[in-house]
């Protein structure tokens, strides 16, 4: 289970290392969105996870950046003729998912979509 950096992380270690964390992050999505354009859901699977790992590990594993990295990755699976894969990753946001998005945005659209194409 990885849990949030608390302020007592965070002053110990600076801020520097959670923002290092999640630029990162956001450099490996970007990368996955180019190989999704490129027709490469391998490459796209695979960094999708990482940007995870490391959205969980720097802001919670239930923030939304880890929540949309979860929607993502369970749809790049989908689309590779991985369900069995994918359903984990939608089941982890069932119930995070309404606190954190209103109805009707693209995330909850994004999930109501995966769960019917997982039925």
Same mark, same amino acid.
């Given at each position: 289970?990885?849990?949030?950096?608390? %302020?007592?992380?965070?002053?110990?270690?600076?801020?520097?290392? =959670?923002?290092?964390?999640?630029?990162?992050? +956001?450099? $490996?999505r970007?990368?996955?969105?180019? +190989? &999704?354009?490129?027709g490469?859901?391998?490459?796209?699977?695979? $960094?999708? &996870?990482?940007? %995870?790992? @490391?959205?969980e590990?720097?802001?919670?594993? !239930?923030?939304? @950046?880890?929540?949309? +990295?979860?929607?993502? @990755?369970?749809?790049? =699976? %989908?689309?590779?003729?991985?369900?069995? #894969?994918?359903?984990p =990753? @939608?089941?982890?946001? #069932?119930?995070?998912? !309404?606190? %954190?998005?209103?109805?009707g945005?693209p995330?909850?659209?994004?999930?109501?979509? $995966? &769960?019917?194409? $997982? &039925?």
């Amino acid at each position: 289970v990885v849990e949030r950096p608390s %302020l007592r992380h965070l002053a110990r270690f600076g801020s520097r290392k =959670l923002h290092f964390r999640v630029e990162s992050a +956001a450099v $490996l999505r970007g990368r996955a969105c180019i +190989a &999704r354009q490129a027709g490469d859901i391998a490459t796209e699977t695979v $960094l999708l &996870r990482q940007a %995870l790992e @490391l959205w969980e590990a720097s802001t919670g594993p !239930d923030s939304h @950046l880890s929540i949309e +990295a979860r929607l993502e @990755l369970a749809n790049a =699976l %989908l689309r590779a003729d991985q369900p069995d #894969a994918a359903r984990p =990753l @939608l089941d982890a946001v #069932a119930e995070p998912i !309404d606190g %954190l998005f209103v109805s009707g945005s693209p995330q909850v659209k994004m999930r109501d979509r $995966l &769960r019917q194409v $997982l &039925r």
